[in-house]
């Protein structure tokens, strides 16, 4: 993309020229003369489109605004329009005259040449609209409430609005304020936090160096009182980073450290660290530390998609230094993140590609074409290097191509290709490291993804290497997937056999700088304490299945009570026993209508289910055969129907009751009562009659195991459940039952491409 149209708010692209003229609106041509005769002539007020040439906006206005139906029914029903360039033949004097400063500016004149309203700035069509509107009515015509103003009957309060939007409107932000003062001195200082009043200050007097904004400060508790902190907060960050150009010009490193502390003293922790960063990044701006700290704003603090794209692809044009496009790629996938949108996905895929991460690249690539099509951009180019990528992508027909060779050599191979390294740390007993082995890396979009953005590598940790390897880089469970940047150090890890399209977002995340896990641990340590970081780095330690306790109470403790519901805390409360603990438990449950409107039921449900099943086996075990008349009893089970559907909570009661009775006479039956009652897990019934098949010889209990296990079956028939009821048939002495149901296990076995050895040798067994 070589041009970014930020202010593309009405864009009516690719229509016929005839016909987006004749609905728009029609300029008469000929001298100031001639218009102001035929304005006069045909009664009409005139319509001035002051321009230059050059200016970008306002040929914009010309394609996009003026052609407008809507506008040209309007302008043309009751202006006489003129188009007049500023900068030849009787426009320099006509600017000098009407005190056009800046293009475009957009002139209202009476039928007799009287100016009457002006407007500065470039428009979309509906705000067009509404100039227009305000032009024909004296109500709102900026030099006529001007004169009014002047006059001694002066002007209302609805006027004074007026007035006050006309003059900001028409970029006479100094008169604004001189009348805004006026009113605000009329009004006294102990009524400025009302609303209207205070909307005046936030919108004239938004800067620091100013008396009102240190008169604001001053009685900050009683603005906060009337109009909320967030508000008010707003006012005060906005004042301080209006002063910030001054510092940043004056360059003077006393000033800078003073106004920094001028910030904290301000703001609270999180909008401070905001605004230092801003300060920090116009102070460095235009010195070689200019791309450390434009990374630290626009990473940690900036949520804007636009600012995020526009830095991004400035650094695609004029970069060349990997370390910096990886920089500017992240700023990119925040944007999008933040706004997807036809120019930051094809920002994102461009930098991508330049990074030679070609399975990034194209599916930013095909996301881009997809969103430029469906709002009628013209997505030429972005095809052109979706072709250019797909050209430079492996052909990965058969899912990922694992190179072979000792740890070393993969090292040196994946700085010779500029690509990261992928490991799957695996042990050749693992079932789980056997299914992704078999079903997910041969997946071909997942091959082709990982063939282009790494050196795949597989890795017995039980071999070789693979001991000294599991050591040092904490292998403790299996499959454990490894990614490393292509020097070898350890980048991101994750535990589990996801399913392709975990996979794949797994290594979106290592290809991130912003959530990659050991990138994320050095920062913690060096201090970053900021909200949205620690929510990165709680998330990566949950998939890696390393202890997030500390970073989860950090981060909770940070976050008001009032803002928990809120989807990304909550999320976060989910994710360890941390937010199951009773404080949080406590407020959820109180407050759970707000927690459902704000995240749904069905998430909800499941953190009282989480949250309700540790507290069934933290009383359930400190109970243990005492039975059930305890305080810590009732009141449990007055949670569990306040928590829980009335099925889910009478399915909790049961298991309670069974953790109770573990261990004494009464066992067996609560336990039976929570299987065949109220489990509908299949696993659940499998599990228990497994064990029970293993563990008793009372034909009682193990015909109680069947009804449970035919009950598993009912939920859903496998191998697994199949296998357990032909062995529960076979301790029975039911032969002719268990080696036709053995039978039917091996044959689903092998229906969902599975080992079934044992199974086997039960049958031999039977038959024997």
Known sequence: MKLLISWSLALFMLFSAGQSWAQGIKFSEGQW??????????????????????????????????????????????????????????????????????????????????????????????????????????????????????????????????????????????????????????????????????????????????????????????????????????????GLEAGMRKIAQEQQEKPYLLYKERIKSILGEKEAAASISLLDLQYYFRTPQRDQYLHAYLNEHCENAQMLNSYAWSYFEQKEEEKLLSMAYSWAKKSVALAPGFANTDTEANLAFKLKRYGEAKKAAEKSIALGKENGDDVSETEALLKKIEEKMPKSANGINFTEGSWEEIKALALKENKMIFVDAYAVWCGPCKWLSKKIFTQPQVGQHFDANYISYKFDMEKGEGPAFAEKHGVQAYPTLLFFSADGELLHKTVGAPDAPQLIAESQKALDPNKQLFSLKKRYEKGDRQPEFLRNYIKALDAAYESNVEETRLYLGLIPEAEWKQSEHFEIMMLTEVGFEQKYFDYILAHKEEFVAENGEETVEEYMKGALMSQVHLVGEAQNGKGTKSQEYKQLVKNLNEGLSKDLAAYYTAMLNTIIHNGTKKEFKYLNIMLLEHSDSWQELNEVAWSYFQTEDSKKKLKAALKWINKSIELEENYYNVDTKANLLHKLGKKKEALATAEKAVELAKAQGMEAEETKALIEKIKG
């Not at 200016?55 to 302008?75: I, T």
């Not at 033949?89 to 209202?108: D, I, W």
């Open 33 to 238: 003369a001639d218009i102001l005769a035929k304005a006069k002539k045909e009664k009409k007020m005139i319509f001035v489109d002051a321009y230059a040439v050059w200016c970008g906006p306002c040929k914009w206005m010309a394609k996009n605004s003026f052609p407008d139906e809507a506008v040209g029914e309007l302008f043309n029903a009751k202006f006489i329009n003129y188009k007049f360039d500023m900068e030849k033949g009787e426009g320099p004097e006509f600017a000098k005259t009407h005190k056009v400063r800046a293009y475009p500016t957009l002139l209202f004149f009476s039928a007799e040449g009287e100016l009457v309203h002006k407007v500065m700035g470039a428009k979309d069509a509906e705000a067009l609209l509404e100039d227009g509107q305000a032009a024909i009515d004296p109500k709102k015509q900026l030099y006529t409430l001007q004169k009014q103003y002047q006059s001694k009957k002066g002007l209302g309060k609805g006027e004074m609005k007026n007035y006050l939007d006309a003059l900001m409107n028409g970029g006479d932000y100094a008169g604004a304020q001189e009348v805004a003062q006026k009113q605000l001195e009329e009004a006294e200082e102990v009524n400025w936090p009302q609303e209207e009043n205070f909307s005046l200050i936030e919108e004239l007097f938004a800067d620091q160096s100013s008396p009102i904004y240190d008169k604001v400060l001053a009685k900050k508790a009683d603005f906060v009182k009337a109009l909320g902190e967030e508000k008010v907060n707003n006012y005060l960050k906005a």
